[in-house]
Structure formats: structure tokens, C-alpha cells
């Protein structure tokens, strides 16, 4: 199995920063994904490791350890549209994801 | 990017009737997935539709329940057999395209 454990509730100010850390074991994974996805939407693609280490795009950063099963997602500069749900998902290599139960980020003025 | 719709939108359904959901991409993919969210919680895999073959399903889903065509490489449907409340549900169709993944809008559906 791939348990898949996220913070089920994170806060933040307007302007902070947020790390939203995944853990995970599995026997192996093509890469690893960041959705983000607001209240009665479709998830919307963040991110994308593969490798080690960090993958910046903008305000998101996430991160990948694969020996510590370790992922964070970086928010930076934190927006009131920012306050959604972040899923983290393992990809297999046909592409199948499993996902972790997602946190919920509110961010507050 | 891939775009991606699905039809129809939202849907409020009869228990015991049928729904069938229609995923139309603008790319040519080789395989489709089809995930189901209920309600607040997170997305989980129903199955995984390629085009010429029977459709793969996950542990708990089978195909009687949740039958699946996938006839070229830009289409799909899923059905929802002999619906229960259980099975309200927002049910996306993904898609694989350079690495990154693509989730239709969703359907909304609704079971009395």
C-alpha cells in the first residue's frame, strides 16, 4: 500500500508562509504531485518531483525526499485565494495517482 | 495542456437508475482514469480506461457497478449502475500529458 499521511487542517495569515508536509510509504513511485483544489472544483496541477530536491514555481515550492518518504509543499506569500485544499498524490508509471486525504489551508487577513 | 470536459455537470438521480458520464480530451492520450470524490473527502481511483481493452478497475470497484467504454483515444464514459445514495459523488475523468496530470471539471452527482 501507499499510506499517504497530510495535516488535515493548516492556518495562515495573509503574506506568511505555509509548508505543508506529506509522508509516505510505498515500494516505489514514478513521481510525486501537488493539486490544489477549491471548494466545488476540479483539482488544478501545482507541482511535479521526480528527483530529489526542491521545484520552484513562483509562490509554490515542493519539495522530495525519497529515502526519508518525505514531501512538502511551500507557500510563500500566502494570498486569501490560496485557502483550498492541497492533495498530494503518487504517481505510478502508467500515471495512476493515490492520494493523500488533503489538507485544508484557510487563510486568514 | 490537455482540456478536458465532461458531460453532464451535475446530476440528481432516482436509487436503482443509471448515469452514464461522458470525458471528452482535446489530445489523443492512451489511457484515461476515472476517480470518484465523495463528499469531503479525497479523490480515489475507480479504474483505468485504455482504448481497445477492457477497462482496469481498482480494489473495491468492479465492472458491474461502474461499467466503463473507452472507444478511441479522446473519449471515455463511466457508468453508474443501479444507483444507491452512497454513490452521490463528484466522478472526474484525468488524463496523463508530459508529465503532468489533468482533471476534468467533474460530475456532481446526486442520488435520492
Known amino acids: 500500500g501507499q499510506n499517504i499521511d497530510q495535516p488535515t487542517e493548516m492556518t495562515a495569515t495573509e503574506g506568511a508562509i505555509v509548508q505543508i508536509n506529506c509522508t509516505y510509504q510505498t515500494s516505489g513511485f514514478n513521481g510525486l504531485f501537488w493539486y490544489q483544489q477549491h471548494a466545488g472544483e476540479a483539482p488544478t496541477f501545482l507541482s511535479y518531483n521526480v528527483l530529489d530536491g526542491l521545484e520552484e514555481k513562483g509562490r509554490f515550492s515542493s519539495f522530495l525526499s525519497r529515502s526519508k518518504g518525505y514531501s512538502y509543499l511551500l507557500l510563500k506569500e500566502l494570498q486569501m485565494k490560496d485557502s483550498a485544499s492541497y492533495l498530494c498524490g503518487l504517481a505510478d508509471s502508467w500515471g495512476k495517482l493515490q492520494f493523500g486525504a488533503g489538507t485544508q489551508v484557510v487563510v486568514t487577513p | 495542456s490537455a482540456v478536458i470536459s465532461q458531460k453532464p455537470s451535475r446530476d440528481i438521480c432516482q436509487r436503482g437508475t443509471s448515469l452514464t458520464i461522458q470525458c471528452q480530451v482535446d489530445?489523443?492520450?492512451?489511457?484515461m482514469f476515472w476517480y470518484r470524490q465523495q463528499p469531503g473527502q479525497s479523490l480515489t481511483l475507480i479504474a483505468t480506461?485504455?482504448?481497445?481493452?477492457?477497462?482496469?478497475?481498482e480494489s473495491g470497484f468492479v465492472i458491474d457497478k461502474f461499467p466503463i467504454s473507452r472507444p478511441n483515444l479522446t473519449f471515455s464514459t463511466l457508468t453508474v449502475s443501479n444507483m444507491s445514495p452512497e454513490d452521490s459523488s463528484i466522478y472526474l475523468c484525468?488524463?496523463?500529458?508530459?508529465?503532468?496530470?489533468?482533471f476534468g471539471p467533474g460530475t456532481r452527482l446526486t442520488v435520492l
Open positions: 484525468s488524463v496523463e500529458l508530459a508529465n503532468e496530470q489533468f
Open positions: 480506461a485504455n482504448q481497445g481493452s477492457e477497462a482496469t478497475y
Open positions: 489530445s489523443q492520450v492512451t489511457m
